[in-house]
């Protein structure tokens, strides 16, 4: 469990980027946060519980017009 306080949010929660990396490899692209999550440079993610979160960059965001 986080020992920080407050907590970090949790894998499921949807801050879950909020959450303090544990361990930090940027040579290789990718960080461990504190809640189980690895977070990739291309703003993927892989969960604790093996759930893929694709790739979600700001610029993939559709404007609205």
Do not use: K, Y
């Amino acid at each position: 469990m986080c020992p920080h306080r407050p907590a970090c949010p949790s894998f499921d929660d949807v801050a879950r980027e909020a959450a303090r990396v544990v361990a930090s490899h940027p040579e290789q692209g990718w960080s461990l946060l504190c809640n189980g999550v690895v977070i990739f440079e291309d703003t993927g993610e892989l969960l604790p519980n093996g759930r893929v979160v694709a790739p979600h960059r700001p610029t993939d965001v559709r404007a609205v017009a």
